[in-house]
């Protein structure tokens, strides 16, 4: 069962926020009728690098706003082949710059901010813990990465056929050839972070794949990877459910939203003097 429409959300904001190389396009998703200072939450739509826009992040960040619940920021960053890596990270570091600096002004609180992403999106969320990490700030809180592309080598990539998948080799070839035009960059940490030697100090993560999804094995490579940096790591792998179907499913987003909430509602931080919402029943 996929999320459907949610009648406690705010009708979205659509604006542009300075980035390195020109606007950003963004959209902002809030919950209606929250009395408290809420956590805030990046998230970067699939598209395998190359397509995609806001509007595809619409179901999960409608869903995180009203049941973590949080200001959501859809970040429609660089596309390849018009904007290749570096311009996608780049656009993901300078929207979390953005967010820190204007969360306040919006209700939100910028010391519990998180990052999130499907496919592609997935590759944006996790990388941009890296820079951060790296660039000293923004401080993240925690990241979510819903069947992410992690490793541009391929050398881990399911088969499709045994795997019944609905992504192929040849789509993540053709992706990855645009984004990433020199073949040297398909070594950066930032394009690859499975090729990452340096997880430690990223912030706690959750792990979404799917059974009949050719990348699978490497999103939990990479969750094996931050276990053994000492990062708190929770991966899950969905049964029977295929690569486009992840990040719209009801039972996907609800584990995403019951680990935000752990995350930047109940983590008992000092800063922290907001009560809990309770989420809406449904």
């Known amino acids: 069962m996929e999320a459907s429409s949610f009648s406690t959300i705010a009708r979205p904001e659509d604006f542009s926020i300075p980035g390195a190389a020109g606007p950003i396009a963004v959209r902002l998703h809030r919950p209606e009728r929250v009395g408290a200072v809420l956590p805030v939450v990046l998230y970067f739509h699939g598209g395998g690098f190359v397509g995609g826009s806001i509007a595809d992040a619409d ?3 409608r869903f995180i706003a009203e049941h973590c619940p949080a200001l959501v920021l859809a970040v429609g960053y660089a596309l390849a082949p018009a904007r290749p890596f570096p311009a996608a990270p780049e656009d993901a570091h ?3 710059l953005w967010l820190a600096g204007s969360a306040a002004g919006l209700g939100g609180d910028a010391r519990r901010m998180a990052v999130a992403g499907d496919d592609a999106g997935g590759n944006l969320a ?6 951060a990490r790296d660039r000293n700030g923004p401080k993240i809180a925690a990241q979510v990465l819903i069947g992410p592309m992690l490793d541009p080598s391929m050398t881990r990539l399911g088969d499709s056929t045994r795997l019944n998948s609905d992504l192929s080799a040849a789509t993540c070839a053709d992706c990855y050839r645009q984004y990433l035009p020199q073949p040297r960059q398909r070594l950066h940490p930032y394009a690859s ?17 799917a ?3 050719v990348l699978h ?8 990877a931050l276990i053994a940096a000492g990062v708190p790591t929770q991966v ?13 499913l009801r039972a996907v987003l609800d584990e995403v939203a019951h ?10 931080s000092a800063h922290q003097s907001n009560q809990y919402p309770k989420p809406r029943e449904e």
């Open 59 to 61: 179901v999960p960040a």
């Open 94 to 96: 300078s929207a979390a």
């Open 126 to 131: 996790a990388s941009l813990t890296l820079i």
């Open 193 to 209: 972070p499975l090729v990452s030697v340096r997880q430690a100090g990223l912030p706690p993560a959750l792990i979404v794949t």
């Open 211 to 213: 059974e009949c999804d």
């Open 217 to 224: 094995e490497e999103a939990e490579k990479y969750a094996a």
């Open 236 to 248: 899950v792998r969905f049964a029977g459910v295929t690569h486009a179907a992840l990040a719209k």
């Open 259 to 268: 680990f935000l909430r752990r995350r930047l509602w109940e983590a008992g």
